[in-house]
């Protein structure tokens, strides 16, 4: 199995309401990545966790709130999203942070419309 | 940080060659990825250089020079479905993170 999974693939709130995306990988990867892509534009990062505990934040707003409950699966939680959070949401993972080739294997994204 | 620079569009013909070039500055190197990406989909992973030279991987080659900054990206026999952005990205030594150029939409025509 060499897929990370990302649930769902649409989604559209408006800018009070609370949801979550979830993402999976039963590859044994112990590294895993939330990035934010805007249509034409490179996927930029927002967060990394390395062995389930966050490692890295790239001064995401707090309306952002990731989580990692086991070492498959990582959530991000969206509340009060303004409409330019508008994007694809893509969720990836490597075998470990930073180390030999780094190779991330992404899921194919949550595409998120905040009205 | 870094800044990744890549053209934003290249056009080729089928059965045809195209180089995609990077170049890239930052204050630390610690490899330099290739990545494709069709529209809707996940970024794929092509190839990985962290020693100056050329790696080969059947139609798809890449080359780094690290004392130019330089990287490209050779796709060779061209196919349809060869049409898609081609992502470079640099990673940090260090803070291992890796940031991405703004890609070059290869369009492969007939």
């Known amino acids: 199995d060499t897929e990370v999974t990302q649930t769902p693939k649409h989604l559209v709130m408006g800018m009070t309401n609370k949801k979550s995306l979830k993402c999976e990988q039963h590859m044994g990867h112990r590294a895993m990545y939330w990035y934010k892509q805007k249509a034409k534009k490179p996927p930029e990062l927002m967060f990394v966790y390395s062995y389930e505990k966050l490692s890295i934040n790239e001064s995401v707003p707090s309306r952002f709130s990731p989580e990692c409950p086991n070492s498959s699966l990582l959530n991000l939680h969206l509340h009060a999203l303004q409409p330019e959070d508008s994007a694809l949401y893509l969720c990836?993972?490597?075998?470990?942070?930073?180390?030999?080739?780094?190779?991330?294997?992404f899921g194919e994204g949550s595409r998120l419309t905040v009205l | 940080g870094q800044n990744i620079d890549q053209p934003t569009e290249m056009t080729a013909t089928e059965g045809a060659i195209v180089q995609i070039n990077c170049t890239y500055q930052?204050?630390?190197?610690?490899?330099l990825f290739w990545y494709q990406q069709h529209a809707g989909e996940a970024p794929t992973f092509l190839s990985y250089n962290v020693l100056d030279g050329l790696e080969e991987k059947g139609r798809f080659s890449s080359f780094l020079s690290r004392s130019k900054g330089y990287s490209y990206l050779l796709l060779k026999e061209l196919q349809m479905k060869d049409s898609a952005s081609y992502l470079c990205?640099?990673?940090?030594?260090?803070?291992?993170?890796?940031?991405f150029g703004a890609g070059t939409t290869v369009t492969v025509r007939a």
């Open positions: 930052t204050s630390g190197f610690n490899g």
């Open positions: 990205a640099v990673r940090d030594s260090n803070d291992y993170k890796l940031s």
């Open positions: 990836a993972s490597s075998l470990l942070a930073g180390v030999g080739t780094g190779e991330l294997f």
